[in-house]
């Protein structure tokens, strides 16, 4: 069965990075996109992009360009999401979603998630 | 890209029905037939239940519909059952082939 496991809970510092890693299974893994979601307390759902884990391509929102890094390790099917200069305001929990249609399709990157990772909470304080 | 405008709350009794809108764009909704509905509970991740307007992926419920009219998307929940309560997200595929959510709506299974 497939299966997303991302790594656990991260208190930062304003100003410092974090890197957070999701464990793929149960599927090809480069044969579908990984999406970044994020949803801030009492708040909605935020894409922050995708990434292509054959190509390595990326494409990411507008406004985490510049601060967000997408990659992969296709040799233990795990994608990360660092995300750099930290503030109050990127507290949230962190999901990774598979995307519903593989990279063949015209589709793939359209942003359907048919799995989900449990959500790493990040926690931002000095 | 700003996000989609969905009604902060809707209510209903177990058995009637419910319908959820999810307003656009020509830049979004509007110029694609890629809007997907999600099903969150207080805690846990979000779960398709709705994909391209009015697919639905194994597993859900066929309580569950959708649709699309213009740059305005729904979803109806017929017959409505405890277990629907929860937060619910549409999403689209956008003109700069990004993605966007809906603000959220929270259901309430009187």
């Known amino acids: 069965q497939v299966q997303l496991v991302q790594s656990g809970a991260e208190v930062k510092k304003p100003g410092a990075s974090v890197k957070v890693s999701c464990k793929a299974s149960g599927y090809t893994f480069t044969d579908y996109y990984l999406h970044w979601v994020r949803q801030a307390p009492g708040q909605g759902l935020e894409w922050m992009g995708w990434i292509n884990p054959k190509s390595g391509g990326t494409s990411y929102a507008q406004k ?3 601060w967000v890094t997408m990659t ?4 233990i099917t795990t994608a990360y999401m660092e995300l750099s200069t930290l503030t ?6 962190y999901y990774c979603a598979k ?7 015209v589709a793939a990157a359209t942003g ?3 799995y989900w990772g449990q959500g790493t909470l990040v926690t931002v304080s000095s | 890209q700003s996000a989609l405008t969905q009604p902060a709350s809707v209510s209903g009794s177990p058995g009637q ?15 694609y037939n890629y809007v997907s509905w999600y099903q969150q509970h207080p805690g846990k991740a979000p779960k398709l239940m709705i994909f391209d307007v009015n ?4 597993g859900v419920p066929d309580r569950f519909s959708g649709s699309k009219s213009g740059n305005t998307a ?3 929940i017929s017959g409505l059952q405890a277990e629907d309560d929860g937060d619910y997200y549409c999403s689209s595929y956008t003109s700069s082939s990004t993605q966007v959510f809906g603000t959220g709506t929270k259901v309430t299974v009187l």
């Open chain 1, 64 to 66: 985490f360009k510049g």
């Open chain 1, 72 to 75: 992969r390790d296709t040799s």
């Open chain 2, 17 to 31: 029905s419910i319908t959820i809108s999810c307003t656009g764009t020509t830049s979004d909704i509007g110029g």
């Open chain 2, 74 to 76: 729904s979803l109806t």
């Open chain 1, 99 to 105: 995307s519903y249609y593989s990279n063949v399709e």
């Open chain 2, 55 to 58: 697919n639905r992926p194994s």
């Open chain 1, 88 to 93: 109050s305001d990127d507290a949230a929990v």
């Open chain 1, 112 to 114: 359907t998630f048919d």
